[in-house]
């Protein structure tokens, strides 16, 4: 049974850093587009980033880029992501997502990722 799982969030002060880990089993990676999205309070999955399986390409939203880093380790079946100077509006569930092949496009489409982890919480205190 194809499973994704999240660890890695937890409470830090604004400024801080955090590396969350999506661990896949009975789900090779290898040759699927992984990605990260955030749950808002209202309910919306939002894409956070993503990475093409070969990470030939890598994407992120607007507000990450530049703090956030993701990168994946096929041999281990595992998806990063390293978040740095993070803030309180990154307070959030955040979630893994694995899609077929390449990458949708747009990449931060929630309907193609069939496949989600149970999401961990990141909270960013002032």
């Known amino acids: 049974q194809a499973q994704l799982v999240e660890s890695g969030g937890g409470s830090v002060q604004a400024g801080g850093s955090l590396r969350l880990t999506c661990q896949s089993s009975?789900?090779?990676?290898?040759?699927?587009?992984m990605a990260w999205f955030r749950q808002t309070p209202a309910k919306k999955r939002v894409g956070v980033a993503a990475?093409?399986?070969?990470?030939?390409?890598?994407y992120y939203a607007d507000s990450v880029k530049g703090r956030f880093t993701i990168s994946r380790d096929n041999a281990k079946n595992e998806v990063y992501l390293e978040m740095n100077s993070l803030q309180p509006e990154d307070t959030d569930i955040y979630y893994c997502?694995?899609?077929?092949?390449?990458?949708?496009?747009?990449?931060?489409?929630?309907?193609?990722?069939?496949?989600w982890g149970q999401g961990t919480q990141v909270t960013v205190s002032s």
């Open positions: 997502a694995s899609d077929l092949a390449s990458c949708p496009r747009p990449w931060d489409l929630v309907q193609p990722y069939a496949y």
């Open positions: 009975g789900l090779m990676i290898s040759d699927r587009c």
């Open positions: 990475i093409e399986r070969d990470s030939s390409m890598l």
